[in-house]
């Protein structure tokens, strides 16, 4: 059993198990991702609920491959849906009351190029070569974080012109997602603290710059002065790597190689190391301290 004949029979399963319950829709989904990645999964849609659930089945597959049988598959997946519906009960509402929403509003980073269909339906503003969009931080847990991208609908719903959403959402994002900056060393051994050599410090050469949740932190390049903040502490210019759009990695320039070389390794990495939905860029920007400005 292929990907697509799994979902079809996951899709076939749950519908006769919500059988009878006219007020249930269940279907495949495609859903056109970040940098124009598809992904299918099952949708279960309930009226009278604004937001539908999609649960994509590729980790689920793996499962399947494994030997754990599709019956019980499905019966996570509807546990999921129910408590995912539980969780997010007034969600309906607060898409259209902007008055709750216009202190959750955010800014991240997204590759202009590769996302010219997503950026039709969605207000963004072009930096680099990127695109900066909004979403709304509904949620942070201890499991990640519950976003939704905002879209031109959801202005017409809130009665709101593009510059405000993008003023609302400048403001906010400092404050919501503060702004992290640390070597890469300490940055690894928070993430694993036998990972990294504790013997002989040597000088630093890498450093990261993203948010306090690591999520969509590439959009910390953004926040008024950061830039300047970096290259006082380095005491020099330097490049930046977008090496995601959770996380962008600092290379003084006195330890960097020329600008050609570095693009080859980010080049390498996204096609070899990053999920291609978080891919940002290929391209390496440079700051100049006695400009005040980044270079593409």
């Known amino acids: 059993m292929n990907y697509q004949q799994f979902i079809e029979e996951v899709e076939r399963r749950v519908k006769e198990k919500i059988k009878g319950n006219e007020t249930i829709t269940v279907y495949i ?9 598809e992904r299918k999964g099952i949708t279960v849609s309930e009226k009278g609920i604004h937001i539908s659930p ?11 491959q494994e030997g754990k049988p599709i019956e019980k598959i499905v019966e996570k997946i509807l546990q999921l849906y129910e408590e995912v519906k539980c969780s997010h009960p007034c969600e309906e509402s607060l898409l259209q009351n902007y008055e709750e929403l216009k202190g959750k509003f955010a800014c991240k980073l997204i590759h202009r190029g590769k996302n010219e269909k997503l950026l039709n339906d969605i207000p963004y503003v072009p930096w680099m070569d990127l695109a900066i969009v909004v979403f709304v931080l509904l949620e942070v847990s201890p499991y990640g974080t519950a976003t939704v991208l905002v879209r031109k609908e959801h202005l017409e719903i809130w009665g709101l012109t593009e510059a405000q959403l993008f003023d609302e959402a400048k403001k906010n994002t400092p404050i919501l997602l503060p702004y992290q900056f640390c070597p890469m060393r300490k940055l690894l051994r928070e993430i694993c603290p036998y990972a990294v050599d504790e013997g002989e410090e040597e000088e630093e050469s890498l450093y990261v710059l993203s948010n306090k949740l690591r999520s969509f932190g590439a959009a910390s390049m953004l926040y008024e002065g950061i830039l300047e903040k970096v290259g006082q502490k380095l005491g020099e210019n330097y490049y930046i790597l977008p090496s995601s759009i959770h996380e962008v990695i600092v290379v003084p320039e006195s330890k960097s190689p020329v600008k050609q070389d570095l693009e080859e390794m980010v080049r390498e990495i996204n096609e070899t190391q990053v999920e291609e939905e978080e891919v940002l860029s290929d391209r390496v920007y440079y700051f100049s301290r006695k400009e005040n400005r980044l270079f593409l």
């Open 29 to 37: 989904h495609t859903a056109v991702k970040n940098n124009g990645k």
């Open 54 to 64: 999609t649960i994509y089945l590729e980790e689920y597959f793996q499962q399947f």
